[in-house]
T-cell receptor
């Protein structure tokens, strides 16, 4: 079975600082990997996805992630944090090759951005 | 293009009752998946429907069921509600795969069982 582990349930950064949210995955098939963001009382918004094309994936709002097969990692980064980035972030892996219809999520990382 | 629409947004039910939640997928999407989100268990996959058939199922009791209509709209039903069923229920739609490289989520239905 596929799984993801997000290290750090809470991360706090200063505005303008680098954001690094960690995600490691386990998958028995070539993985599709995703990062989603959730604002309070909202659904999930897709930030970016890896589907076996380029290993460095650029997403919305200045976020990017690098797929590293040797490290089974898919960490999310943003060079400069904004106050509006404060939210909860979820890493997810597809349970079935070639489809996003059944996802396994990590436990989430709440990002706090301080002045 | 309209997104995934879930109704209602908020619901309060009494223990023992049953509830039905609705999800309208993005036009052209035939796969609809349901997830439960709770503080204790996080985001968990309930089931997926494709072309009116349940294609995948998570580890939830039989009290949780669903169906999909010919227009791809889906409903989820929970019978004999328990306090632990209080959660945010999220619906996601995607194209048939492969390639099906994105799941688009609705805003969710917040169910409170009292």
């Amino acid at each position: 079975a596929q799984s993801v582990t997000q290290l750090g349930s809470h991360v706090s950064v200063s505005e303008g600082a680098l954001v690094l949210l960690r995600c490691n995955y386990s998958s028995s098939v070539p993985p599709y990997l995703f990062w989603y963001v959730q604002y309070p009382n909202q659904g999930l918004q897709l930030l970016l996805k890896y589907t076996s094309a380029a290993t460095l994936v650029k997403g919305i709002n200045g976020f990017e992630a690098e797929f590293k097969k040797s490290e089974t990692s898919f960490h999310l980064t943003k060079p400069s944090a904004h106050m509006s980035d404060a939210a909860e972030y979820f890493c997810a892996v597809s349970d079935q090759a070639g489809t996003a219809s059944k996802l396994t999520f990590g436990t989430g990382t709440r990002l706090q951005v301080t002045l | 293009k309209a997104g995934v629409t879930q109704t209602p947004r908020y619901l309060i039910k009494t223990r023992g009752q049953q509830v039905t939640l609705s999800c309208s997928p993005i036009s052209g999407h035939r796969s609809v998946s349901w997830y439960q989100q709770t503080p204790g268990q996080g985001l968990q996959f309930l089931f997926e429907y494709f072309s009116e058939t349940q294609r995948n199922k998570g580890n939830f009791p039989g009290r949780f069921s669903g169906r999909q209509f010919s227009n791809s709209r889906s409903e989820m039903n929970v019978s004999t509600l328990e306090l632990g069923d209080s959660a945010l229920y999220l619906c996601a739609s995607s194209l048939t795969g492969p390639p099906s490289t994105e799941a688009f989520f609705g805003q969710g239905t917040r169910l409170t069982v009292v």
